[in-house]
């Protein structure tokens, strides 16, 4: 059976060659900031086209859901448009709409032939998701997830910033490699 290679590294999902590129997007899917403003002007305006069809066939996407769109001129052929939970304490299940965000991008991935897809650190941004909390549910989530299926050749985690790719590396059990 083929294995899943999960990957970490740092850098700008902007510029990652995947089959798709995940996206932490906001309900109304029409752009913010972070990287889902990089993402829209990395892309170009094709993204936002297919996002504001999928706004007028479904009014947006709920927390914890995906959605899937063209990647534009991206090194990809798709993005996921998922929306993480916002940081509320952690007591109004963030934790389980996080999860769900991985599971149903994979799904989604998955459901679009894809071999490999990338995915930002999701919430932990304007969202204010804890650093190494989403991580663990990050690394959990995908390990479970390609425990029992063997579609995706490799999941890839961009990280930003050192404080990302170090909670990544730490939930994952895989020692950080210092490229700089
Ligand atoms: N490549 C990889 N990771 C990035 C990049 C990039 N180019 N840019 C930022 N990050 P955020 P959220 C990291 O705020 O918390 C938007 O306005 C960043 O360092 O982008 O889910 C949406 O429209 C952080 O670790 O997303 C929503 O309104 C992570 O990506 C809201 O923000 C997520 O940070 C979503 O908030």
Redesign the pocket.
């Known amino acids: 059976m083929q294995t899943t290679i999960i990957e970490t590294i740092k850098?700008?999902?902007?510029k990652i060659k995947a089959d798709a590129i995940v996206n932490?997007?906001?309900s109304s899917l029409l752009?913010?900031?972070?990287?889902?403003?990089?993402?829209h002007r990395s892309g170009g305006p094709a993204i936002l086209e297919e996002c504001r069809k999928i706004v007028a066939r479904q009014g947006g996407c709920k927390t914890g859901d995906a959605v899937i769109t063209t990647a534009g001129n991206l090194n990809a052929n798709f993005v996921i448009h998922t929306v993480?939970p916002v940081w509320n304490g952690g007591k109004k299940n963030e934790a389980e709409k996080l999860a769900s965000c991985y599971r149903n991008s994979i799904q989604l991935a998955i459901k679009h032939n894809c071999k490999t897809i990338a995915f930002?650190?999701?919430?932990?941004?304007?969202?204010?998701?804890p650093?190494n909390e989403a991580a663990g549910v990050a690394a959990n989530t995908v390990k479970d997830f390609i425990l029992n299926n063997n579609h995706l050749e490799k999941v890839i985690f961009?990280?930003?910033?050192d404080d990302?790719y170090g909670a990544i590396c730490h939930a994952l059990n895989q020692p950080p490699i210092d490229r700089s």
């Open positions: 850098g700008d999902i902007t932490a997007a906001n752009g913010g900031g972070g990287v889902d403003g990089a993402i993480g930002p650190a999701i919430s932990t941004g304007v969202y204010g998701y650093i961009v990280c930003f910033g990302n």
